[in-house]
């Protein structure tokens, strides 16, 4: 019999019964033990807990240390993402642990990882569905999504290094809903804010910064970790190869979001800016003191030459969009503009996801659906006004 039924102190007064649950292990030499996995408020809750371990014990794996919580699960997972920054980025890591400590921690994170049960799980995400988020509204399915994911990512490590038997979060009621709903796609500026945007900023160093972001659909980052290397004026294309990336505590050169290249074309417009820019670059250069001018080969600098941040990108636009009265602030929304534009044009989604730097054309169509259907629409009336030309026997274009 390896489950006991014990009273606490603290259940005295209402007559409770707790339940430890024991193990026999095999330790180094091949001495037996006897391993406590945990003390469980009701039977069935212990007898699960004694299968899973002895399971996991039979399979040769560990038994989760009683003493580990999920908040050092947490801990221990964002140690192993830190030790592949290929793949997660210091930006990627602080929004993990932001997430982790928002909204996984204060609820979960005191848990004996071994105690962690479904029931919790599922309780944790339907709360979740219902916490307010900065914006004062409920999270959306997708930060939902995104946290349990996270959560997901951590016992599935937790397996691996058989801390423990099962992934809880695989239990298909802990789960929640896969978010059914495309991605917003944020806020594309019509004809006259583009035109008020680049008024505010003619008179500022972020005139070329905003243009290429308008012509090309970069992401900020992108923009930002920019060099001269990367523009052939001669060939109208851009190499995007590089995003700058910003947290609090760094700022580091990495690949592009997919971790591909590619080669963006350069309208006439696109052109005039960056040699609007170079000549900005060449002025600063001058004007700087002996030795004090950082030669970064950056596309887009401050006045002393160092690379911009995607920091300082966001603030400057959020300064010239206010005083452009337009209907955002948001840095990211010339990309959403770049991208309607294109899909207006006629451009189907291959080319719009190719321009973009999309991992696939299926993420285009899942985020700009609607400006697809403007489109489409668009098509159809072209097409009928030409079949009625033909029916009338009408045949000039």
Request: glycine fraction near 6%.
């Amino acid at each position: 019999m390896s489950i006991y039924k014990r009273k606490s102190s603290r259940d005295r007064k209402n007559g409770k019964h707790r339940y430890t649950v024991v193990i026999d292990v095999q330790g180094d030499g091949g001495r037996r033990s006897r391993k406590t996995i945990g003390t469980y408020g009701t039977r069935d809750e212990a007898e699960r807990a004694e299968r899973d371990a002895l399971t996991a014990r039979d399979r040769g794996h560990n038994i989760a240390p009683k003493s580990l919580t999920v908040a050092q699960m947490m801990a221990a997972h964002l140690d192993y993402c830190k030790a592949d920054p290929t793949h997660h980025t210091a930006a990627t890591i602080e929004t993990y642990s932001l997430k982790s400590k928002r909204y996984i921690e204060p609820k979960l994170g005191s848990i004996i990882l071994a105690k962690l049960q479904p029931s919790t799980v599922a309780a944790w995400k339907n709360e979740l569905a219902a916490t307010i988020g900065r914006s004062g509204k409920p999270l959306s399915p997708k930060t939902v999504h995104n946290v349990f994911g996270l959560l997901h990512a951590a016992l599935s490590l937790a397996v691996g290094l058989e801390y423990v038997g099962r992934n809880v979060c695989d239990v298909k009621a802990a789960r929640p809903s896969r978010p059914t709903t495309s991605v917003h796609a944020g806020t594309a500026l019509n004809d006259d804010e583009i035109r008020s945007l680049l008024t505010a900023a003619k008179s500022t160093r972020w005139r070329s910064f905003i243009v290429l972001a308008l012509a090309t659909g970069a992401r900020r980052g992108e923009l930002c970790g920019l060099s001269w290397a990367d523009v052939d004026v001669d060939a109208r294309k851009v190499r995007i190869r590089r995003s700058l990336s910003q947290t609090k505590n760094l700022i580091e050169l990495k690949d592009t979001k997919t971790h591909r290249e590619r080669v963006v074309g350069l309208s006439d417009w696109a052109i005039q800016a960056l040699r609007r820019q170079r000549v900005i670059q060449a002025e600063e250069r001058l004007r700087a003191p002996a030795g004090v001018y950082a030669d970064s080969g950056a596309v887009f600098t401050n006045e002393l030459g160092e690379r911009v941040t995607p920091m300082a990108a966001t603030k400057a636009f959020a300064r010239i969009a206010r005083i452009a009265s337009i209907s955002t602030r948001r840095l990211h929304d010339t990309r959403h503009t770049a991208a309607s534009h294109l899909i207006a044009a006629g451009s189907d989604a291959v080319t719009v996801a190719g321009v973009l730097g999309h991992e696939s054309a299926t993420i285009t169509l899942s985020i700009y659906s609607h400006a697809f259907d403007d489109a489409k629409h668009d098509a159809t009336d072209r097409l009928g006004a030409r079949m009625e030309r033909i029916a009338s026997g009408n045949y000039e274009s």
